[in-house]
Each structure stands twice: as structure tokens, then as C-alpha cells.
């Protein structure tokens, strides 16, 4: 029968990382299944209906990307993709496909845990909190939609057009890194040259203004490379995690 936890399907083909995710996910109130192939997954898509998918992408039925661009198609569920794969080619490809998040194998427990907050925060936002308040608050500033005004602690942030409309998207977006190309689309249009260094540039001045210095992560995180995703409360306390002895 229906409960009020959150179901988490994990797409693994590693048991030992099944057990160890079906693990901390239970002990932590989330109802976990766990299948190991792409097959499987998409199964249990239609007669589960889980709130947030964990995806691998070494798979041994068909590549994990595949699975994305299938579901995508129809679905919205968050994906967070679990894996070994640490190049930024990847990670870029992944959440360009539609996937929320990227964690890196191995992973600490603390950092998969803010992960699967962040990705369900996101659904929640999109569906709820959004619709009935014209605001967006993440610690000391609040995102005034309607007036398209940023305040920090009371205090206006004074933004360019460009910067606010690139603040307003990331927010839009709790929980989901946004790559380079999805938010120079969304500001600049598919044809502009150059928007990397500009988006850069935008963003730098955004950090300064917010106060952030190099490497705070309070309200902007920079996933170096691949692009940038709005924080979450309490998120500075969970370090990332690039570890290199994985398995896939
Ligand atoms: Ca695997």
C-alpha cells in the first residue's frame, strides 16, 4: 500500500553498491528498489513510479545516457547519475540529456544524501512552491520574481538584466546543475559566439555582487567545468567528492 516516503529506484549492476545504497537510503526514512539493468529500470519506471531515479551508467544491457534520452522523452522524474565516469565530457552529456545531478564514484554518505535532498527539493519546487510564492529563498537572499529584485539580508543586489535573468534560471532550478549551453541558450539564444567566456564573465560579476568570495559555495556552486547549480541550504558542509578508485 501507499506510504508517505519518498521511493528511490537505483539502476546498479554493482550488488554491493545496491546493498550499500538500499542501506543508507532506508536508514535515512526513503524507500529504495533496486534493479540492474536498463531493462529492468524502465520497468519499474511504469509500475513503481519512484520520485527520484539513481542511475549507473556502466550497465550491462545498454549504456546508462540511453536510459536518460529514453525517459526524457515522456518523464521529468529527477535522475541523479551515479558513476565511475569522471570526465567532464561525460558529466556535460548527462545533463544536457536531462539528468538533475552528477555524483562521482565513490561517494560519501553525507554527499549522496544532500544529492537526493537537492533532486527531490527540485521536483518539489517546479511542481509546488513555485506556483503559490513569487519568491526564492536560499539563506540571507530572497529572489523577488514579480519585481525581479534580489535582496541579501533586506539589502538590494543591484544586478544587470543579463546577470538576474542567469540568477533567476539557476533557481529555477534547485538541485539540477545547469551546463554552460543550457543557460547561454536560455540567456543568449543557440547562436551566440563566445558565451562561455561571456556566461563566465556574468557569473563572476553575480559573486562579486552576492559577496561571495573564491570558493564559497553559499549560493552559486561552479561545477568546474560543466557548469553551475544553485545551492541548497546547509549545502557548504558536504565537501564534493572527486574520489578516483572507482568501479563501473
Ligand atoms: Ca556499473
Known amino acids: 500500500m501507499s506510504n508517505n516516503k519518498y521511493k528511490v ?3 546498479e549492476d554493482e550488488a554491493n553498491i545496491c546493498n550499500l545504497l538500499d542501506t543508507i537510503l532506508s536508514a535515512n526514512g526513503y524507500q529504495a528498489v533496486t534493479v540492474g539493468t536498463c531493462k529492468e529500470g524502465i520497468m519499474m519506471m511504469l509500475s513503481n513510479v519512484p520520485d527520484l531515479v539513481i542511475l549507473d551508467l556502466g550497465l550491462p544491457d545498454r549504456d546508462g545516457l540511453e536510459f ?12 541523479l547519475v551515479l558513476s565511475a565516469r569522471t570526465s567532464e565530457a561525460d558529466k556535460v552529456m548527462a545533463l544536457d540529456l536531462g539528468a538533475n545531478d552528477y555524483i562521482t564514484k565513490p561517494f560519501g554518505n553525507a554527499e549522496l544524501l544532500a544529492r ?38 533586506g539589502e538590494e543586489v543591484k544586478l544587470t538584466r543579463t546577470e538576474y535573468n542567469i540568477l533567476e534560471i539557476l533557481s ?11 543557460i ?10 563566445g558565451g562561455v567566456k561571456k556566461l563566465q564573465v556574468n557569473m563572476a560579476n553575480i559573486r562579486k555582487k552576492l559577496g561571495s568570495k573564491p570558493g564559497d559555495n553559499k549560493y552559486i556552486i561552479n561545477e568546474l ?9 546547509n549545502e557548504h558542509r558536504y565537501a564534493r567528492n572527486n574520489g578516483n578508485e572507482a568501479i563501473d
Open 9 to 11: 529506484l537505483v539502476i
Open 184 to 193: 547561454i541558450r536560455k540567456i543568449w539564444g543557440p547562436t551566440d559566439d
Open 225 to 233: 567545468g560543466v557548469g553551475y547549480r544553485i545551492s541548497e541550504e
Open 68 to 79: 536518460i534520452r529514453e525517459l526524457r522523452k515522456s518523464d521529468i522524474t529527477p535522475i
Open 172 to 182: 529555477h532550478n534547485p538541485g539540477k546543475v545547469l551546463t554552460y549551453a543550457t
Open 116 to 153: 537526493v535532498r537537492a533532486a527531490l527539493r527540485n521536483r518539489r519546487t517546479s511542481e509546488v512552491e513555485m506556483a503559490h510564492d513569487g519568491t526564492f529563498t536560499l539563506h540571507d537572499m530572497v529572489i523577488d520574481y514579480a519585481r525581479r529584485m534580489v535582496t541579501i539580508a
